[in-house]
Every structure is written in structure tokens, then in C-alpha cells.
């Protein structure tokens, strides 16, 4: 296969050479053929004539060598190509109609992709993610229900809070001190309050929302 | 097959293919001139035979087609599929109705 790929490739990028040779190639073989037949005592005119007419046509022999190379059908594509060009050229409306549709599905699916891709089939990088939980800072007094939290406050909880196996910090959106897993947090099993084991599947890991210095 | 073998003798050009194959068959077997080429293209592009371009005997340009490794493989595949074949058919015309 790769080697009928290269024999292909060379004779499509030395395409004047391989025809010029397989020209070549043929003539050469009709004037042996007529100098053995003159040899053989026919006549000069009469050789000719019989050489050409036992050889076929040769633009069906160029044609059958063509595609034993593999070239008849870069030959069409090439050819229908620029038949599909011309014609597009000549009524620009239609070439217009096509296109702008084709642009545009090709657009947004290549949007669409990007979006399922990020939020679907990437993970989220840490274990487990499917039970991460984020934690805020509430302030029942100023009336702030959700705000950030400071390096203070993440190193406090960091390892203190039952049912926490880990925490990172993040910033805008952007992963900012992630230890991955804490080297001195431990899973959830060791959080566990003796007393009393949760019913509920603890949240493996914390993400505290922000920072605030 | 035919050709593998007319070009493992000797190298030969393509009007040479016809001549050696014409001869070492006793004149029996000849090949159409017209489709002897596209044939020899084939199994070039197989990498059955490759080809060069040398001088002929009357010192013109010609191209002279050689037997590859692979191409040695497949002639030595094909003469013993060939074999078998004739071996079984020559076995099946010869026999008499004593033997069915």
C-alpha cells in the first residue's frame, strides 16, 4: 500500500516526465516493431501501417497505463474540480447560497463542539469530581450571602473540617493553589466524626470560592 | 506471471517482453501489444518489476524493466498455485469411467 502510494505520488508530481516517457515507451515500441517487420521483408509504408493498426489506439493505451498507475483518478477529481469551479464562477448567487450555509454549519459546529467539549467530556481536575462541593463565606449581618474567602480561611480549614477531603482555591474561574491531593489532608474516611457516621456520602472535596487578600 | 517470468531472465524492454514471452512459449502465447503496457504499468506500481531507462540494442532510449524481490515472491506464488492447478486438471481429464 505505501509503496503504490509513492509509485502514485511520483508519477503525479513528475506528471510531464511520466508522460513524455510513457510516450516514449510506446513509440519506441511501434518503431522496433517496424524495423522487424521491414527486417521480415515488408515494406517500409505497409510496416508502418500494420505496426499502428496491431498497437491500438494509443491514446487508450496512455489511458489504460494512466490508470494502472492510479493517476485516472486524481485525473477526474482534478477535472471535475475545476468543471465545479467554472461553474461556480458563473452564476456567484449560487456559489454565495452554498457557501454562506456551509460556513455557518461548519461554525457552529465547531462551537458546539468546543462547548460539550469543555464542559462535558473534560474532567474537572480532581478525583472524584462528581462530589466536589463550593464553599463560601456567608455574613448574615451584612446581608452577604456568598463571598469569598481569604488564604486565612483556607488554611484553617485545610485537614479541620469533617467530611472534607481536600481543598483547593480558585480565582475567577482559574485553578490558582491547587494541591492535588493536599499532602497533609487526608481522605474522607479519617474526617469522619466517630460518633456520629454520616448517612450521606461526604463531598470529597471543598473548593473555596475565591480569595480575598 | 507470464511477464514476472519473461523479466526474470533478462532485463527487457517492453517490445522485448513481447518477443522473449512469444519465444520461450513456442510461439504459442502472445500478448495483444496494446495491453501490454498498462499490464507492465500495473506491476510496476506493485513493485512487482521496476524499470530503467537504458540504451537499446540499436542504442535508442528505452526503458528495460527488471524483476523485484517481490516480485521473485510472487512468481515463485504463482507457478506453484499454477502447478497445482494444472496438476488437478490433468489428473480430472485423464481419468477413465472405470475409475468413477
Known sequence: MLKQLRSLFQAAAGRHGFEKNMADELKFHVDQYVVDLVRSGVP?????????????????????????????????????????????????????????PLALCIGVNLTIFAVIDSVLLRPLPFPDADRLVTMYNTYPQAHVDRDGSSYTNYYERRGNIAGISGMALFRKAQPFSVTHPPRNVCRPWKFRPASSPPSEPLPSWAVSSGTKR | MLILKAVSLKPLHGYGVLLRIKQISNDALEIPQGSLYPALYRLEHQDLIASEWGQSDNNRRAKFYTLTTTGRKRLKQELASWDRLATAIAAAMKTVPDEV
Do not use: K, M, Y
Open chain 1, 44 to 100: 517500409a509504408q505497409e510496416a508502418q501501417r500494420r505496426a499502428r493498426i496491431e498497437f491500438g489506439s494509443f491514446d487508450n493505451v496512455r489511458e489504460d497505463c494512466r490508470q494502472a498507475r492510479g493517476l485516472r483518478l486524481l485525473d477526474i477529481t482534478w477535472r471535475t474540480s475545476r468543471h465545479a469551479l467554472r461553474a461556480l464562477r458563473h452564476s456567484p448567487g449560487f456559489a454565495l447560497a452554498a457557501l454562506i
